[in-house]
């Protein structure tokens, strides 16, 4: 039982770098979901998807770029990182919307 | 964005007794979901509502969703130590987005 699955698990990247978060479920999901925690807070959505080649802006997507190109894999890129990058990033997918949504275990992300 | 107010912000509780906590919105929600997150791990699903008025156990985790659909509540019972972590509520309106709440961070004493 895989669920969601995301790597890597930590990064350091250097002001400016850019890297690529991955992110695959294996439930056959329609949805999918990344989400940013900073400490003390709770979750913001960055970008979803409601299925392959279809993604559309959440509450804090400056910064970030997504892609669907098949229904398991939703990866998101940091094209230029800054320091308020710095935060813990979660995958997640739904059946459909406003269903209960299943997530991966994060990423560590430090932009230093 | 959406602000849902999620209180307590913390708890200390003795083993055995029962913890209730809270989430209310300025919206009117169609989903109330209760997590729980522990260190260095994702939020796991306890418990999902879709319906005002509705109560779900999960265990001794109750969950209601508020008749006014703008609110939602959350109970266990006799607390363990392994109950210890930081729960989140999330709802949602539009149905494309959660909306997570700042998180109740619950210490169980022994």
């Known amino acids: 039982n895989a669920g969601v699955t995301q790597t890597p698990k930590f990064r350091i990247l250097k002001i400016g770098q850019s890297m690529t978060l991955q992110c695959t479920q294996d439930?056959?999901?329609?949805?999918m979901y990344w989400y940013r925690q900073d400490p003390g807070m709770g979750l913001k959505l960055i970008y979803y998807?409601?299925?392959?080649?279809?993604?559309d802006k959440g509450e804090v997507p400056n910064g970030y770029n997504v892609s669907r190109s098949t229904t398991e894999d939703f990866p998101l890129r940091l094209e230029l990182a800054a320091p308020s990058q710095t935060s813990v990033y979660f995958c997640?997918?739904?059946?459909?919307?406003?269903?209960?949504?299943?997530f991966g275990s994060g990423t560590q992300l430090s932009v230093l | 964005g959406q602000q849902l107010n999620q209180s307590p912000q913390s708890m200390f509780i003795q083993e055995g007794e029962d913890v209730s906590m809270n989430c209310t919105s300025s919206?009117?929600?169609?989903?109330w979901l209760w997590y729980k997150q522990e260190p260095g791990e994702g939020p796991v699903l306890l418990i999902a509502?879709?319906?005002?008025?509705e109560l779900t156990s999960n265990g001794r985790l109750t969950a209601q969703f508020g008749i006014t659909r703008k609110d939602s509540f959350l109970n266990i019972s006799a607390s363990i130590p392994s109950d210890v972590g930081i729960y989140f509520c999330?709802?949602?309106?539009?149905?494309?987005?959660?909306?997570f709440g700042t998180g109740t961070s619950l210490t169980v004493i022994p």
């Open positions: 997640a997918s739904s059946r459909i919307g406003g269903e209960k949504l299943f």
């Open positions: 439930m056959n999901h329609n949805y």
């Open positions: 998807s409601v299925g392959a080649g279809i993604t």
């Open positions: 919206s009117i929600f169609n989903t």
């Open positions: 509502l879709y319906k005002a008025g």
């Open positions: 999330a709802g949602d309106y539009t149905g494309n987005q959660f909306y």
